[in-house]
């Protein structure tokens, strides 16, 4: 497999573990085989930056259909759901969804999901998920990285 067919395959499952797949980012450091490390984060960064932008919009448009509304204000369990998700976001804001993700591991669709229904902030909170994704990936990478050199001296 040639490098750009690698990290195109790497943006495209980082897009798609921010939109709909419940995996962990590190997967990507799969790629690590066929492409640069640096080159396989940037990607993956890029990637789920793009994905937890598209989710404000897609929740922009779900919170506005009069379906979830009706939902909403009949079951208490959607109200709580949604009073918790504005109260942590108001409270907390990029900043503690950058430490939320920085869990090594998280699949963090959901909170994704969850901070783009309550919050208003796109752009900064794809920059909260790009930032602790390049951590997480960074981190993640020196482990392996420095695990092989350990085993091989």
């Known amino acids: 497999m040639n490098p750009f067919g690698a990290l195109a395959i790497v943006f495209l499952y980082a897009v798609g ?4 797949l419940p995996t962990p980012t590190e997967a990507v450091l799969l790629a ?14 890029s990637g789920k930056a793009l994905g937890s932008y598209l989710i ?6 779900i919170k506005g259909l009069e379906g979830l509304r009706n ?8 109200r709580a759901l949604f009073r918790f998700g504005e109260r942590w976001v108001n409270r907390y804001g990029p900043p503690a969804l950058f430490f939320l993700l920085l869990i090594p591991g998280f699949p963090d669709t959901g909170a994704i ?6 919050g208003a ?5 794809a920059l909260a998920v790009g930032a602790s994704s390049a951590v ?3 981190l993640a990478y020196l482990g392996i990285w ?8």
């Open 17 to 20: 573990t921010a939109v709909a």
């Open 71 to 78: 939902w909403r204000a009949r079951n208490r369990y959607a």
């Open 146 to 153: 420095g695990l092989s050199e350990y085993v091989k001296g």
């Open 32 to 45: 690590v085989k066929y492409a640069p490390g640096w080159a396989v984060i940037c990607a993956a960064v």
């Open 136 to 138: 997480r990936l960074t």
């Open 56 to 61: 404000f919009w897609i929740a922009v448009y």
């Open 113 to 118: 999901y969850l901070v783009a229904a309550a």
């Open 121 to 125: 902030r796109p752009r900064a909170f």
